[in-house]
């Protein structure tokens, strides 16, 4: 009678520590539904609270498998829209930055303003570390991005470099001049052509963790006349 009354006790703990263990494991697979659904919307939140600041975000969209990786700054793809925004060099090159555990980001915006610079039809990819982006500027953003009686002309572009006939007293110089822009030790530099001023260089763009690899422009349309640029570069 002592004997079963033990074996009974054992299988009673046996099942109060099964019934434990299936309850356990019930509300960790439930923590891990409600992270799923909720932590990217909550991302999402967080990273449109944050690109607010420089202007109007559409949609901002997160996918992470699992959800749990989010609270480590990690997470599968980032997608924003925007309609338009106000943004430095300096302040683009730092949310990138911030955004380098992201494994792909596409970000589209109708238009972007970094001081007198206007883009339109922005979209910028993040795949890894590599980065490519290209927007579309008309011949009056140009214009209205230089100082008054200066000039730029498109003349042609290859293997990652810009070629532009620059007029209007650039590089010092009061007549026309042919310049390239292209990358240099990760930075974007442009110098005019000719022995007599291949020693002058311009930084275009210059900043520590975007490392840029190659630039390109053509011309878009006629009508009126705007161009269609191209960027790819590494963070780094």
Do not use: N
């Not at 008054?148 to 042609?156: M, P, R």
């Amino acid at each position: 009678g002592v004997h079963a009354c033990k074996a009974g006790g054992v299988s009673a703990g046996r099942g109060k520590a099964g019934r434990a263990a299936a309850g356990s494991a019930a509300a960790i697979v439930l923590a891990l539904v409600l992270a799923q659904v909720f932590l990217p919307r909550i991302a999402a939140s967080r990273i449109s609270s944050r690109l607010t600041r420089y202007g109007t975000v559409e949609s901002v969209s997160v996918k992470a498998w699992p959800a749990v990786e989010l609270l480590w700054g990690s997470a599968d793809s980032v997608k924003v829209r925007a309609r338009s925004l106000k943004v430095s060099a300096a302040q683009a090159a730092k949310l990138l930055w911030e955004a380098r555990g992201l494994g792909s980001i596409e970000m589209t915006a109708s238009s972007v303003r970094e001081g007198p610079l206007r883009l339109r039809e922005v979209s910028l990819r993040k795949h890894g570390q590599a980065l490519a982006g290209q927007a579309r500027m008309t011949d009056a953003d140009v214009r209205a991005a230089l100082p008054e009686g200066f000039d730029v002309q498109l003349l042609s572009s290859e293997r990652g470099e810009v070629q532009v006939r620059a007029s209007g007293g650039l590089f010092g110089v009061g007549a026309s001049v042919d310049a390239v822009a292209g990358a240099s030790e990760g930075k974007l530099i442009a110098h005019p052509l000719g022995l007599l001023l291949s020693g002058l260089q311009l930084t275009l763009f210059s900043e520590p963790h975007v490392y840029v690899e190659g630039v390109g422009a053509r011309v878009e349309s006629g009508r009126p006349l705007s161009y269609r640029l191209t960027i790819s570069a590494t963070l780094r």
